[in-house]
């Protein structure tokens, strides 16, 4: 994805550049993302602090993409407890405990749907490389209603349509997880009424639909979200971290290889682990650490944004290289569009951007389906497909109810 921001950023030390006629680029080691206090949209408040916040969203949009997310009212005891529990999890569950919630392929004999549970160490792959992770994957569950027999019969699923496979261990983590996710939803929600009102999309209409383009067209287009949750475990990479500044051609190995989200909006739990994530700047080859706050979301915008924005606001490219101490926990939360929202340029946004559309548009289904099969299903040394690739792909979908 290119990225064409007028930023500009003033290193915080002097950057390693071109050694041995290699090229070098540079990890800043300390964050400068901005901090948003979104507790003017997840509380009562004034029409100027919500319009304050709306510009200050805005503006990270613009310039990064991404930024800390602070006021959303979940107790940082649950965040830590979010975290501790992943890490029980994948460091205490016997890797046969870890099998019996494995993620199985759709319509197979074991129940799975092709996406939910458990990826062991190597199978997710970014860019055709095997990253140095395991996971488990939540879904929002399909409605019950709208669920059709797999290909193997009864008893088998379609793809995304089995049930959650959750931990066994720690027995909390289950509920715990089912009440963050009840939390998590609501910031979410109050993100991207945020993110409407940055816009300037002009005040909620009356007896509008999910395609009338005013401030409120990402609430009423996420108000089923399709969220995703992963909690990830990130043993460390063999090199250890003893420079701030990185050869790219050094580096082998990734705990996540570079990607962009490709829904709507990430809310992203770590541990303190700092210098794993990595947010590419702007300029398209500086790498800012941007390490955790206490309490604090790290947020970023994903394709979808990008999409309904027609590129006004970017889905920043990140990685995660953890060389530091210890085994690394996180836990993104994604906050996705409805499975059935149409995702297509705002009319506002395109005049804004020059009158030509990036993207014809489809629904978050679709668009999901090509990254499931994309990324899942993909052997290591295959290319990613472009997204302009993704609309080659049939895929036979059925309608969430909802
Ligand atoms: O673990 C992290 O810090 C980020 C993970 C990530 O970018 C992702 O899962 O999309
Ligand atoms: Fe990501």
Same mark, same amino acid.
């Given at each position: 994805?290119?990225?064409?921001?007028?930023?500009?950023?003033?290193?915080?030390?002097?950057?390693?550049?071109?050694?041995?006629?290699?090229?070098?680029?540079?990890?800043?080691?300390?964050?400068?993302?901005?901090?948003?206090?979104?507790?003017?949209?997840?509380?009562?408040?004034?029409?100027?602090?919500?319009?304050?916040?709306?510009?200050?969203?805005?503006?990270?949009?613009?310039?990064?993409?991404?930024?800390?997310?602070?006021?959303?009212?979940?107790?940082?005891?649950?965040?830590?407890?979010?975290?501790?529990?992943?890490?029980?999890?994948?460091?205490?569950?016997?890797?046969?405990?870890?099998?019996?919630?494995?993620?199985?392929?759709?319509?197979?004999?074991?129940?799975?749907?092709?996406?939910?549970?458990?990826?062991?160490?190597?199978?997710?792959?970014?860019?055709?490389?095997?990253?140095?992770?395991?996971?488990?994957?939540?879904?929002?569950?399909?409605?019950?209603?709208?669920?059709?027999?797999?290909?193997?019969?009864?008893?088998?699923?379609?793809?995304?349509?089995?049930?959650?496979?959750?931990?066994?261990?720690?027995?909390?983590?289950?509920?715990?997880?089912?009440?963050?996710?009840?939390?998590?939803?609501?910031?979410?929600?109050?993100?991207?009424?945020?993110?409407?009102?940055?816009?300037?999309?002009?005040?909620?209409?009356?007896?509008?639909?999910?395609?009338?383009?005013?401030?409120?067209?990402?609430?009423?287009?996420?108000?089923?979200?399709?969220?995703?949750?992963?909690?990830?475990?990130?043993?460390?990479?063999?090199?250890?971290?003893?420079?701030?500044?990185?050869?790219?051609?050094?580096?082998?190995?990734?705990?996540?290889?570079?990607?962009?989200?490709?829904?709507?909006? !990430?809310? #992203?739990?770590? @541990? %303190?682990? +700092? /210098? $794993?994530?990595? &947010?590419?700047?702007? =300029?398209?080859? !500086?790498? #800012?650490?941007? @390490? %955790?706050? +206490? /309490? $604090?979301?790290? &947020?970023?915008?994903? =394709?979808?944004?990008?999409?309904?924005?027609?590129?006004?606001?970017?889905?920043?490219?990140?990685?995660?290289?953890?060389?530091?101490?210890?085994?690394?926990?996180?836990?993104?939360?994604?906050?996705?569009?409805?499975?059935?929202?149409?995702?297509?340029?705002?009319?506002?946004?395109?005049?804004?951007?020059?009158?030509?559309?990036?993207?014809?548009?489809?629904?978050?289904?679709?668009?999901?389906?090509?990254?499931?099969?994309?990324?899942?299903?993909?052997?290591?040394?295959?290319?990613?497909?472009?997204?302009?690739?993704?609309?080659?792909?049939?895929?036979?979908?059925?309608?969430?109810?909802?």
């Amino acid at each position: 994805m290119s990225t064409t921001s007028d930023l500009s950023f003033e290193p915080t030390q002097p950057l390693d550049c071109n050694i041995d006629g290699e090229e070098h680029y540079p990890v800043l080691p300390i964050s400068s993302l901005p901090i948003i206090d979104i507790s003017a949209f997840t509380s009562p408040s004034t029409p100027q602090a919500r319009q304050e916040t709306a510009a200050a969203i805005n503006r990270a949009c613009i310039d990064y993409g991404f930024f800390y997310l602070t006021g959303h009212g979940i107790p940082t005891t649950t965040l830590d407890t979010i975290i501790s529990q992943a890490r029980q999890f994948f460091l205490e569950s016997p890797l046969s405990e870890k099998i019996q919630i494995k993620r199985r392929d759709a319509g197979g004999p074991h129940g799975g749907d092709g996406a939910r549970g458990y990826q062991g160490m190597g199978e997710n792959i970014t860019l055709g490389r095997r990253d140095v992770q395991e996971a488990v994957d939540l879904y929002r569950e399909w409605d019950h209603e709208a669920k059709t027999v797999g290909k193997g019969g009864p008893g088998t699923h379609q793809v995304l349509q089995g049930p959650n496979l959750w931990p066994l261990h720690p027995k909390e983590l289950k509920p715990t997880y089912e009440s963050y996710i009840s939390q998590v939803k609501h910031v979410g929600e109050a993100l991207v009424r945020a993110m409407g009102q940055a816009l300037e999309l002009g005040p909620p209409l009356p007896n509008a639909t999910a395609s009338t383009e005013d401030s409120e067209v990402f609430v009423r287009n996420t108000d089923h979200s399709f969220w995703v949750m992963r909690m990830i475990g990130y043993p460390k990479l063999a090199k250890p971290l003893t420079q701030t500044s990185t050869s790219e051609s050094d580096i082998t190995e990734f705990s996540c290889g570079e990607h962009t989200d490709y829904g709507c909006v !990430t809310l #992203l739990l770590t @541990d %303190p682990t +700092p /210098g $794993a994530l990595q &947010v590419l700047l702007k =300029d398209s080859k !500086t790498w #800012l650490a941007a @390490d %955790p706050i +206490p /309490g $604090a979301f790290v &947020v970023n915008i994903g =394709d979808m944004i990008e999409r309904w924005t027609n590129g006004l606001w970017k889905s920043t490219r990140h990685r995660v290289i953890h060389r530091g101490e210890g085994y690394r926990v996180s836990v993104p939360f994604f906050y996705e569009p409805n499975f059935n929202a149409m995702v297509r340029p705002l009319g506002k946004c395109v005049e804004r951007t020059g009158g030509e559309r990036i993207h014809q548009g489809n629904t978050y289904g679709e668009h999901l389906m090509g990254k499931v099969f994309n990324n899942f299903y993909k052997e290591e040394g295959e290319e990613e497909e472009e997204e302009e690739e993704e609309e080659e792909h049939v895929y036979i979908l059925p309608e969430q109810g909802v």
